[in-house]
């Protein structure tokens, strides 16, 4: 056996991958390059079987888990921020649809004169103001905050519905 | 210690992470954050960073899990993402410090009769020695010498025969023989 030949098999001998063959053995008898090389090799592999296995901090988990929840909170704020420009994209959409619908022209001239009487209210003192108010203004008001609710209770619905199969 | 689940216990489990489930993700983390942690720390000298990527590793295996096939076992493709993203990170940071081999420097010598303090030069120029390796046979030496892991796990993660693993194993070790 020439040193090369046994360069090509030390470290499967001595990681018990390979049975030393005599001839092996006589060459590591008879060369002291080799059967240095045979030394350190088993050093080699001594040192990398003792190396030290790192344990994870006690917290890992809450840590990952804690990563992986603001994560889902960023995706979800992502989420929600393009919903709620739908949605509102929408509500003006179907708001310009029906004044459109209806005659516009007179639409137009309804809230520049709704503009200008809101406008003279409020240039009045508060006893005054609360005088002038037409009645039917507070069950518009009314109407309107609870169809804002009512669309805000469906977007939240149908923004959590996903969430489960969400990666 | 042992990483090994059995297939039931895999698929349900990855069933439950899927459907939303954080107890059964963190059940998951518990089961592969030993193993993940010991190779990463291997591979990454920097606690901190290690301790970071670590992390990194599992919200990877988080965004993935709804589209693992299962063609692998869980603990292969685990494997896979430590392995990418260690060296995702090496790209990034600066090259190892090499290890100084000038003439100044006797090549190791097996310890004789001071033997701790051999083991403790032995295990520095080592560590040295494994961060100059190439990154597949870096991660070689990193995993192989774990309790449970086998060769045919490491050759599955990687894509190659075992014969090739074992290969570079063996030269990987020659490498560090030769640098020490």
């Not at chain 1, 619908?101 to 240039?123: G, K, R």
């Not at chain 1, 039917?136 to 149908?158: D, H, M, N, Q, V």
Request: aromatic share 6%; proline share 5%.
């Amino acid at each position: 056996m020439t040193c090369a030949e046994f360069d090509d098999i030390v470290e499967a001998i001595v990681a018990g991958d390979v049975v030393e063959s005599d001839a092996a053995r006589a060459h590591r008898a008879a060369c002291a390059r080799c059967a240095a090389a045979f030394a350190v090799a088993e050093a080699v592999e001594r040192a990398l079987a003792a190396r030290p296995v790192a344990a994870p901090p006690a917290r890992f988990n809450a840590m990952v888990m804690g990563r992986i929840r603001s994560e889902r909170w960023r995706a979800d704020q992502q989420v929600d921020r393009v919903f709620n420009i739908a949605v509102t994209a929408g509500v003006i959409g179907i708001v310009l649809g029906g004044l459109a619908l209806l005659n516009l022209a007179s639409v137009t001239t309804t809230i520049v004169s709704m503009a200008s009487m809101t406008a003279d209210a409020l240039s009045r003192p508060p006893a005054a103001r609360a005088e002038s108010l037409p009645m039917w203004i507070y069950p518009l008001a009314g109407a309107l905050l609870a169809a804002s609710a009512l669309i805000w209770r469906w977007a939240e619905g149908a923004r959590q519905q996903p969430e489960r199969v969400r990666p | 210690m042992t990483w090994r689940m059995t297939d039931l216990d895999e698929r349900a489990l990855i069933e439950r992470c899927r459907a939303g489930d954080d107890d059964a993700f963190s059940e998951l983390v518990d089961r592969y954050k030993n193993l993940v942690y010991a190779v990463v720390t291997r591979l990454v000298a920097d606690r901190a960073e290690a301790d970071d990527l670590a992390q990194e590793v599992f919200l990877k295996v988080h965004r993935g899990l709804p589209y693992f096939r299962g063609d692998a076992r869980l603990s292969t493709w685990i494997y896979r993402i430590v392995s990418n993203v260690c060296f995702e990170a090496r790209g990034r940071s600066r090259p190892e410090t090499p290890l100084d081999r000038g003439p100044d420097r006797p090549a190791f010598e097996p310890p004789s009769i001071d033997a701790s303090f051999g083991d403790l030069e032995l295990r520095d120029r080592l560590e040295k020695a494994i961060a100059q390796l190439p990154d597949r046979e870096r991660l070689l030496v990193a995993a192989h010498y774990l309790e449970g892991v086998q060769y045919e796990a490491l050759a599955e993660t990687l894509g190659i025969p075992l014969g090739t693993v074992k290969t570079h194993l063996y030269r990987a070790k020659r490498r560090l023989r030769e640098l020490l």
